[in-house]
């Protein structure tokens, strides 16, 4: 099962959500990304929000089109986005995908993208990104992976998202690295690519947020 979260961030930003649909997804609305994905004829199974960002015209489409609505003041601790996640990372699916989570505020970009700490630290491993029409971004933590070279995504970028990463090495890129230390703040692993069909990067310490974008 994967879970996709739509997100009430500008729509100009959202890739074609069609191509992320199959039998096996289930789709949750965030506060007026439920609207849009009933405007994209898509059904959520489930939706959270305080629903302050839609119009009563609206807002009672979204009652009439979604069984399990779930309701909250504006007034409380956690955004809508966190207390989707927090259901979906209790559903334990394969991979959270999240759409609509940026443009607009600065803030809850970066709300959201510290969000993804969250799934790393389940006991339940949950491959999770964030997606939108020109970025694909993950978070990760200390071992080796395997990254495959995409037409459509040809910049990779690690960015330290703790005060350090340790180790860093880099093979099957344009520019290699062996067993680098990175701290916090360092642009020293921005805009790279990949000279064959796949490459490798891996660390012994941090958490890292890597990021495929295109033009």
């Not at 979906?88 to 505020?105: C, D, L, N």
């Not at 093979?171 to 690519?193: A, D, M, Q, V, W």
Request: aromatic share 8%.
């Amino acid at each position: 099962m994967n879970i996709n979260i739509l997100a009430g961030g500008p729509v100009q930003f959202l890739p074609n959500l069609h191509t992320y649909t199959s039998e096996n997804d289930i789709w949750v609305g965030v506060d007026r990304g439920v609207y849009t994905l009933i405007n994209k004829d898509i059904t959520p199974a489930i939706a959270f929000g305080d629903f302050d960002s839609v119009s009563k015209e609206e807002l009672l489409v979204i009652e009439n089109h979604v069984k399990e609505l779930k309701r909250y003041k504006p007034e409380k601790n956690e955004t809508d986005m966190e207390l989707a996640l927090n259901w979906a990372i209790e559903q334990k699916p394969a991979s959270i995908r999240i759409f609509g989570a940026t443009g607009g505020r600065l803030d809850h970009l970066l709300a959201n993208i510290h969000l993804l700490v969250k799934p790393m630290m389940a006991e339940h491993e949950i491959n999770i990104v964030l997606i939108d029409n020109q970025n694909i971004l993950s978070l990760k933590g200390p071992g080796r992976y395997k990254i495959e070279k995409r037409v459509d995504k040809k910049y990779i970028s690690f960015v330290p998202l703790t005060l350090e990463i340790k180790g860093l090495t880099l093979r099957g890129f344009k520019y290699p690295l062996e067993n680098r230390h990175i701290s916090i703040g360092s642009t020293l692993c921005i805009s790279n690519e990949l000279i064959s069909d796949y490459g490798t990067f891996s660390f012994s310490e941090g958490i890292l947020l890597v990021i495929r974008s295109n033009d």
